[in-house]
T-cell receptor
Framework: KAGVTQTPRYLIKTRGQQVTLSCSPI?????VSWYQQTPGQGLQFLFE???????NKGNFPGRFSGRQFSNSRSEMNVSTLELGDSALYLC?????????????FGQGTRLTVV | KNQVEQSPQSLIILEGKNCTLQ??????????LRWYKQDTGRGPVSLTI?????NTKSNGRYTATLDADTKQSSLHITASQLSDSASYIC??????????????FGTGTLLAVQP
């Protein structure tokens, strides 16, 4: 069974631009969560999608948005990029929702804003 | 203040030695506590998952313990190998029955195993 696939792996953007990151969950998994990882803050929850609906949102500005498609693939978008958005963006795939559900992480997308 | 704090922040040990990483949490109640290993530039990989009622869980050379009274967990690595060099992250999962996959991550411990 293929794992969680995130594309692209690396991305360099300039301030003010926008970016779209993609996450393909494990086949059969319906939940996708997104996390931002920076050296200073560690892993921070961005949002969770299940059945094409956003179920939870972390404390990030409205420039961060996402969506989920009917095949459970998810995208996240960051508009008006700032230098502080440079980070490793990870998505996690789970079969369902709930505290006992295992989460499988992708390799991440390394975003650098210059 | 983080709801999940880990210590030490970083650790250097010699190959073959044992080590113990600590995790203190304030999240209560919770469904389970997990330890993840994250190699540099890669996604976290699950090592152990313990429910709030479990005291210990092993996965090969990795053994996690949980003390719900003191709200502490530890990860013990036996006979360390060079490939154990990574960041180890303690993660608390939302309360049982809570319909959410919002995980709460600790600050991580960066382990370096030297030959």
């Amino acid at each position: 069974k293929a794992g969680v696939t995130q594309t692209p792996r690396y991305l360099i953007k300039t301030r003010g631009q926008q970016v779209t990151l993609s996450c393909s969950p494990i086949s059969g998994h319906r939940s996708v969560s997104w996390y931002q990882q920076t050296p200073g803050q560690g892993l921070q929850f961005l949002f969770e999608y299940f059945s094409e609906t956003q179920r939870n949102k972390g404390n990030f500005p409205g420039r961060f948005s996402g969506r989920q498609f009917s095949n459970s693939r998810s995208e996240m978008n960051v508009s008006t990029l700032e230098l502080g958005d440079s980070a490793l963006y990870l998505c996690a795939s789970s079969p369902n929702r709930g505290g006992n559900t295992e989460a499988f992480f992708g390799q991440g997308t390394r975003l650098t804003v210059v | 203040k983080n709801q999940v704090e880990q210590s030490p922040q970083s650790l250097i040990i010699l190959e073959g030695k044992n080590c113990t990483l600590q995790c203190n949490y304030t999240v209560s109640p919770f469904s389970n506590l997990r330890w993840y290993k994250q190699d540099t530039g890669r996604g976290p990989v699950s090592l152990t998952i313990m429910t709030f009622s479990e005291n210990t869980k092993s996965n090969g050379r990795y053994t996690a313990t949980l003390d719900a009274d003191t709200k502490q967990s530890s990860l013990h690595i036996t006979a360390s190998q060079l490939s154990d060099s990574a960041s180890y992250i303690c993660v608390v999962s939302p309360p049982y029955g809570g319909a959410t996959n919002k995980l709460i991550f600790g600050t991580g411990t960066l382990l370096a195993v030297q030959p």
